[in-house]
């Protein structure tokens, strides 16, 4: 019933800049927050970003100053600004909301299904 597509992932040098996006589709009602997480090989997976419907922000101390999230609330999409990344930013990353549905009206996590990022030193 819902979709979260992401895209934007890639190879990249050290100092090299990323732009991700995530758009969620499907049957809707209103989403809470959205958010970008994200999982590096033999890691847990750890919270990169999040920003809810009013627009306030939340960051992973390692990224803070260098990663910018944004959102379209009309658009249903969220955005990872990713400038100055670093080899330890290598990672998949996993696009997230929080939505409640049409015919569910509780709030629930959706994920996608992520997009690779590889930054080379």
């Known amino acids: 019933q819902v979709q979260l597509v992401e895209s934007g992932g890639g190879l990249v040098q050290a100092g090299g800049s990323l732009r991700l996006s995530c758009v969620a589709s499907?049957?809707?009602?209103?989403?809470?927050?959205m958010g970008w997480y994200r999982q590096a090989p033999g890691k847990q997976r750890e919270l990169v970003a999040s920003?809810?419907?009013?627009?306030?922000?939340n960051y992973a101390d390692s990224v803070k100053g260098r990663f910018t999230i944004s959102r379209d609330n009309a658009k249903n999409t969220v955005d990872l600004q990713m400038n100055s990344l670093k080899p330890e930013d290598t990672a998949v990353y996993y696009c997230?909301?929080?939505?409640?549905?049409?015919?569910?009206?509780?709030?629930?996590?959706?994920w996608g299904q992520g997009t690779q990022v590889t930054v080379s030193s």
């Open positions: 997230n909301a929080d939505l409640s549905l049409r015919t569910a009206p509780w709030t629930s996590r959706y």
């Open positions: 499907g049957n809707i009602f209103i989403i809470n927050a």
């Open positions: 920003i809810r419907s009013g627009g306030s922000t």
